[in-house]
């Protein structure tokens, strides 16, 4: 079992910019950002593997979030720049263990292991 714990959500302005970090505390393969607001279901935000290459962004978001990775040190990050209301939303780290060629950000199923997630609201 590998826990996994966000940091860095909190209320910023349109336009803004935050950055979430999620740090496990065992060996992760996969790792993506997923995202939910009340009422609607969980959406893949972007994904990275092991070695930080094969990396995928949901399309609302391309130009604006960048996932990166410390393998070394089990950390993941995602920057947000130009933040917009839409983007407000409970953001959540999802992680798995096992090899494989490529991480995604449709399939959550392939990630057994979640962390409680970082509350991140954009507004005026």
């Known amino acids: 079992q590998v826990q996994l714990v966000e940091s860095g959500g909190d209320l910023v302005q349109p336009g803004g910019s935050l950055r979430l970090t999620c740090t496990a505390d065992g060996f992760t393969w996969n790792v993506g950002w997923f995202r939910q607001v009340p009422g609607k279901e969980r959406e893949g935000v972007a994904c990275?593997?092991?070695?930080?290459?094969?990396?995928k962004y949901v399309d609302s978001v391309k130009g604006r979030f960048t996932i990166s990775r410390d393998p070394d040190k089990d950390v993941v990050w995602l920057q947000m720049n130009n933040l917009k209301s839409e983007d407000t939303a409970v953001y959540y780290c999802?992680?798995?263990?096992?090899?494989?060629?490529?991480?995604?950000?449709?399939?959550?199923?392939?990630?057994?292991?979640w962390g409680q997630g970082t509350q991140v609201t954009v507004s005026s």
């Open positions: 999802a992680a798995s263990p096992i090899y494989s060629v490529a991480c995604t950000i449709e399939n959550q199923a392939e990630y057994p292991y």
């Open positions: 990275v593997r092991h070695n930080g290459a094969g990396i």
